[in-house]
């Protein structure tokens, strides 16, 4: 009767979001946000059929757990935590999947909605920038489409981008936000609030007074979160010693495994490509690989044009605020994965934290460099 209830009223909230972009977008976007919908919600039933590790793992760790603070830890463990209460009712494993869709789904609408909203020349097809399409790509789909932390990261990363960049002011809701991030994934949220401090912290219109309550934070945040990662790592000490340790157990756990990146044999640079890019077409061995080096080419394509368009149109180029922010927080997530990335798998997991910001910022660019040749 709960798993009913729970799929009615999840099901209630995915056609009222839906509904309400919809309304608001003009026809060739209604055609992009159907086949958002269909890609996403096939996506997660493909989630379901694989009967990921990780989502089994949370639920039966949640479903053991002899009372809910009893489930209470970092990461993984802080994912058994939150869906306690749920499995504990005796909601399904099916409708964890549809509730972690329908919250990822909403990330996906927030993009669109600002995207859709600003008027481009970017080059479209039937009307719509070629940037939104990218939105598209299944693999982004299929990790955010199952119960874990991805779906939930996903969201908080992209509510926070957008209510900075809506100029909201800090209320309780970002305070919990923040906490559910750090406790979910401390070192992307770490390197969220680097790109937050750099940003506000050089912004020639951030007033000193503002600085400094933001110096104070950065300083109360790193406090708290030192111990935090030290228990994330299950180390007792910050040392040289101690995470060249971490470095070559990681560098023979990755021997071990498939797909796994040897990170002794492989370059910083190197493994932002393959954190981009791979698997590509000559380096695939599997239908899901072969599907992901078709994603990869394409976004390797976009990515080629793009470069190409803006180094030409460089005198043009007004980078606005927004983008700023999304280049930065991208960047700063995207060579903190590198730094360590082990797996293939990992990486296409992993790009979700910040492809979308990159493709958001790709069609922004455009439109702000058209801006800036009007004035």
Partial sequence: MINCIASFLIFIYVFFISKSYYLKCNKE??????????????????????????????????????????????????MAFLIYPLVAIGMSKFVLYFLFSAISFQAFLWYFQQ???????TPKVIGVPIPQFFFLLPSLHYWSGFVGKDALVFFFLTYLFFEVKNKKSFNVLHFVVLIVFLLLRPHVFAMTSVAFFIYFGFHKKTPPLVKIKLLVLSLLILGAFIPIIMRFFNIDSLSYIVFVELWNNLNLYSNTISNGIALNETSFLGRIGLLLFSPLFYDATSFYQYVISIENSLVLLLLLIVGFYLYVKRKNIFVTEDVKLALLIGFCIMFMI???IYNLGLASRMRLMFLPLFFYAIQQLVFSSYIKKKK
Avoid: C, P
């Avoid at 995207?115 to 020349?121: A, H, T």
């Fill in 115 to 121: 995207m859709g909203d600003v008027f481009s020349i």
């Fill in 29 to 78: 976007q209604k055609i992009v946000l159907f086949f958002l919908f269909l890609v996403h919600f096939t996506a997660m039933g493909f989630a379901y059929r694989d009967n990921i590790i990780d989502a089994t793992v949370f639920y039966e760790t949640a479903k053991n757990a002899q009372s809910w603070f009893s489930a209470f830890g970092l990461g993984s463990q802080f």
């Fill in 338 to 340: 590198a730094s360590y």
